[in-house]
C-alpha cells in the first residue's frame, strides 16, 4: 500500500491568491513528481526532483513552483493563482534508479480558482 | 503533441464478459509500457507493466498485448468484475534518459461493468 499524501484535497480560491498544494510521502523515495490533469485529458508532468535540493520542469510548462528540501515533502506553490490554474494535481513518488519502478500517486487536490 | 493516445473515453462491460481497453503510441523509443487504474477520488494504482522485448504479459485476470509494429497494446480483463468499472491509464517510457522514469500517460478510459 502506497503511502502518499496530499493536502488539501479540494481548494476553492480566489484569483491573485498565494497556495501550496502538500505532498509527503514515507516510502523514502528518492523520486518524486507533480502531474496536471483536466477532465478527460492526460496526465501531464509539471514537475520532477531526483532526491533533496533537486527541482526539475517537467513537459508542461506551469507557473508554479516546487521545492524538495526534505526527502519526503514536495510542497507545490503558485504566487498568484488565476482560474487558467484550476485543475486537479497529482502528486507521485517511485524508488531507486531503476527505470522500471512504478510511480505510487497520492490521491490528488483538485484546485478550483474563482 | 499527444504520444499516447486512448481513443475509446468510456467503456460498457457486462459483468463476466471481456473488457478490452486499447492504446496507441506514436514514439517508437517507447520501450516499457504500464496500465494504471483510478477510482473517483483516489490517485492512479498501477495495474500490470510489459516491456518491449514481450508481447505478452499476464497477471490474474488482467493481461497486456503489445504489438511493437502497430504501436499499440491492449489490456484484456477476464472476467469483468463490477469492482473493476474505474478509469484505465496507459503510460509509456522511453530509455532516453537512464536515470528518470518519465511517464507519458493517455488520457484515459472509462470502464463500467454492469452487474
Known amino acids: 500500500e502506497a503511502d502518499i499524501y496530499q493536502t488539501p484535497r479540494y481548494l476553492v480560491i480566489g484569483t491573485g491568491k498565494k497556495i501550496t498544494l502538500e505532498c509527503s510521502q514515507t516510502m523514502g523515495h528518492d523520486k518524486m513528481y507533480w502531474y496536471q490533469q483536466d477532465p478527460g485529458m492526460e496526465l501531464h508532468l509539471i514537475h520532477y526532483?531526483?532526491?533533496?535540493?533537486?527541482?526539475e520542469k517537467g513537459d508542461l510548462s506551469s507557473e508554479s513552483t516546487v521545492s524538495r528540501i526534505r526527502t519526503e515533502h514536495f510542497p507545490l506553490t503558485l504566487e498568484s493563482a488565476r482560474p487558467s490554474h484550476t485543475s486537479q494535481y497529482l502528486c507521485?513518488?517511485?524508488?531507486?534508479?531503476?527505470?522500471?519502478?512504478?510511480?505510487?500517486f497520492g490521491p490528488g487536490t483538485r484546485l478550483t480558482v474563482l | 503533441d499527444q504520444q499516447v493516445k486512448q481513443n475509446s473515453p468510456s467503456l460498457s462491460v457486462q459483468e463476466g464478459r471481456i473488457s478490452i481497453l486499447n492504446c496507441d503510441y506514436t514514439n517508437s523509443m517507447f520501450d516499457y509500457f504500464l496500465w494504471y487504474k483510478k477510482y473517483p477520488a483516489e490517485g492512479p494504482t498501477f495495474l500490470i507493466s510489459i516491456s518491449s522485448i514481450k508481447d505478452k504479459n499476464e497477471d490474474g485476470r488482467f493481461t497486456v498485448f503489445l504489438n511493437k509494429s502497430a504501436k499499440h497494446l491492449s489490456l484484456h480483463i477476464v472476467p469483468s468484475q463490477p469492482g473493476d468499472s474505474a478509469v484505465y491509464f496507459c503510460a509509456a517510457s522511453a530509455d532516453w534518459d537512464d536515470n528518470f522514469n518519465k511517464f507519458y500517460f493517455g488520457s484515459g478510459t472509462k470502464l463500467n461493468v454492469k452487474p
Open positions: 507521485a513518488s517511485s524508488e531507486g534508479r531503476e527505470r522500471y519502478n512504478e510511480q505510487f
Open positions: 526532483s531526483y532526491g533533496v535540493n533537486s527541482t
